[in-house]
């Protein structure tokens, strides 16, 4: 399904020049650059590492968007409520349903344009990840590299650790990215400023299920990608939350002393 796909990006103009050109070579590009450097740094070259570091900085570069969605939370809040309030309609007054729905949306168009804009961006980073690993690392891609990007001299080492195969499918990686994403989705769920639904304490559960079965027969190097960006997000969920308490503690103090040099 992947290989059709990817086959329709590269061949159908003008998709080919805008996959190719604006979102994939510039990143496999960077990779490599990571990859050709670590020795540079004093490591020894390893994929798994220049696939970690590449992770980290596309995180930072795409940090922007975490914030935007989390501005946006509670209006999304706002646009299930409103959905939930008119879902009786569907069925009893399909008309007047449809046009309160569009009448939201109309209302929160910013909202729904970035929630696709999202996904979309999560497509392609899976796109992405499984081309370079399947076929681009190994030499298929190596015409997209710059021109002052060195043409690699020998075969890249794919091997990550010592012993995981970054081309390969990895239990453990798999078992590792649903044990991950749990904890991030637990977490999320119990520092939300708004109450989790039931729907909210299934997805808990199904979420990382459905993604461990999706990421069965993935190359390793994709579970790497993902691992290390929820490593990524749960360090700045852990941050952000001891900020709050810290700041929260402050305010406390700051109360406390008003009040004893009120009284004094």
Do not use: C
């Not at 002052?148 to 010592?162: R, Y």
């Not at 190097?221 to 749960?234: E, N, P, R, V």
């Amino acid at each position: 399904m992947l290989d059709l796909l990817f086959n329709f990006l590269f061949h159908t103009f003008p998709l080919n020049l805008l996959f190719l050109e604006v979102l994939y070579r510039p990143f496999f590009n960077l990779l490599v650059i990571i990859y050709q450097n670590l020795a540079a740094i004093g490591l020894k070259p390893d994929m798994g590492l220049a696939v970690i570091i590449f992770t980290i900085a596309l995180r930072i570069i795409l940090l922007p968007l975490s914030l935007r969605e989390e501005h946006t939370l509670g209006e999304r809040q706002e646009i299930e409520e409103s959905l939930r309030f008119f879902k009786p309609l569907k069925s009893a007054d399909p008309l007047r349903y449809k046009r309160e729905r569009d009448k939201i949306i109309t209302k929160h168009r910013h909202v729904f344009l970035g929630e696709v804009f999202d996904v979309s961006l999560q497509i392609w980073i899976a796109l992405m990840l499984w081309r370079i690993f399947t076929v681009g690392l190994e030499g298929a891609d190596f015409n997209l590299l710059y021109s002052f990007v060195k043409v690699p001299a020998e075969a890249f080492n794919l091997t990550f650790l010592g012993h995981i195969d970054l081309a390969r499918p990895n239990l453990s990686m798999n078992v590792l990215n649903a044990v991950l994403l749990f904890v991030v989705e637990t977490l999320n769920l119990e520092w939300s400023v708004i109450p989790p639904t039931q729907s909210d304490r299934w997805a808990q559960f199904i979420f990382p299920i459905g993604v461990f079965l999706y990421l069965f027969g993935m190359p390793a190097g994709k579970k790497l990608f993902i691992i290390t960006t929820l490593l990524f997000t749960l360090s700045l969920m852990i941050f952000k939350e001891v900020r709050g308490l810290i700041g929260a503690w402050q305010n406390s103090k700051k109360k406390s002393s008003m009040a004893w040099e009120t009284k004094a």
